[in-house]
Structures are given as C-alpha cells and as structure tokens.
C-alpha cells in the first residue's frame, strides 16, 4: 500500500512538473499562500501587472491548461497581488525581490520571514508603504523601547549603520531574561520606509550574518 502511496506521488509530481515546463503563456507561480498560479509574464520574463500592481492571472481548466479564446489567446483576470510570490528560489514582494539564501527558509504566509535552519533565527523583512514621514522610526523606537522596559537587565543601543546601499538607525536590544537579541533597522529606499528586524538567541548574534541576508535584497 505504502508502495503504491509512493509511486502515484511520483508519478503526480512528474505531470506537475511537466505542466509547468510545458506552460506556453507565462509561467508558474507559488504565491504566499503556498498556491500554484498562472500568470502572463512580460518581454523580461518577469509577472505582467496592471498600474494598480494586479497581476494578469491565465484561467486555466480542471487539467491545468489554459483556456483560450478563439483566437488563440489564452483567457485572463486580474488579481489583487499577493504578498510576495516565489518563482524559481526567488521571492517576490511588491517592493523587492530576495533569493531565498542557503541555510534559510519562508515561514509565514502574511510577511517575507525567513527563519534560519540551524539557528532558528528570525529576519522579517517589512515595506512600510503607507507611513507617514517619520512614522516608522517613531514606531520602532517605542517598541524597543516597551521592549527594554520589560527586562530591567536589557540593554538598548541605537546607532547608524550602513545596510542596503544606504544609512539605517539600528535598535540593538540584548535582553538576558530572553536570552535573545532583537535588531531592528529602519531606513528608506526609493520613497518607501522599511522595518527589517532580526531576532536571534543571544548564543548565536556574533555567528550569524544577517546582515548579508537583507544586503542581498533588490529593490524595486
């Protein structure tokens, strides 16, 4: 039974990727929902959207092939964009686009979380896109700031740095009654503010490149 299990797993496994390979109007994506979706791709291979950001999602049939017009065409709606969509190890958002780095992995459907394997640590990756000027900053400095008041011991740093090709304000909490260290940065890229945060067990801060993770970002 086990062995039958298998075998149609495998043979699923393969018509899917087949499917996709086969695709003649876009391509395959897996939105932050874990849903396969079709979509119409630009002359740069790249999702086709709308000026409002939707995507151009191909209607396909209970096989999984689209359904086209008379002309040939393949038959389309708009969908409102997903918080990001991941296609061939890349993740995509509405502001940048991340390869999903070695030793890392998504976890978490409603924001870009990647959560390191061995560590377990956590980097959030966060486009504030509709702050106030300001209002970002002021947000992260009362939150570490709530945070630091819950552990007497905590220590608050709060600095420049330089990350993603410009200068953030890093909030450096180490908390001894959480064992854990939380940094966040808030900076501004292309009109946008950002809150990128990283929490990681205190054993582990000095060994961990983070940094490198929110580096490789690309801005949109």
């Given at each position: 039974?086990?062995?039958?299990w ?50 151009y ?7 999984g ?26 993740i ?21 979380k ?41 220590t ?24 854990a ?40």
């Open positions: 039974m086990k062995k039958t298998l075998i149609t797993a495998f043979i699923l496994m393969l018509a899917t990727l087949a499917a996709c390979s086969r695709f003649p109007y876009g391509r395959i994506i897996t939105d932050s929902m874990g849903s396969s979706i079709a979509v119409v791709t630009d002359q740069n291979g790249e999702a086709a959207t709308d000026e409002a950001g939707n995507l999602v191909v209607v396909t049939g209970e096989d092939s689209a359904v086209t017009k008379e002309n040939g065409e393949p038959e389309t709606n708009r969908q409102s964009p997903p918080v990001y969509y991941v296609y061939r190890g890349i995509h958002g509405a502001r940048f686009d991340l390869a999903v780095p070695r030793g890392w992995e998504l976890s978490s459907q409603s924001q870009v990647l959560v390191n394997k061995k560590t377990k640590a956590e980097v959030m990756l966060l486009p504030k896109t509709k702050a106030l000027p300001g209002e970002t900053l002021s947000d992260a400095k009362d939150a570490m700031m709530q945070a630091q008041a819950a552990d007497p011991k905590a608050l740093d709060i600095a420049q740095t330089p990350l993603c090709g410009t200068t953030a304000t890093e909030f450096k909490l180490l908390s001894p009654k959480s064992g260290c939380l940094v966040v940065y808030v900076f501004e890229k292309n009109n946008v503010q950002y809150w990128f945060q990283v929490v990681v067990k205190q054993e582990y801060f000095d060994q961990l490149d983070y940094k490198s993770v929110m580096n490789a970002v690309v801005f949109k």
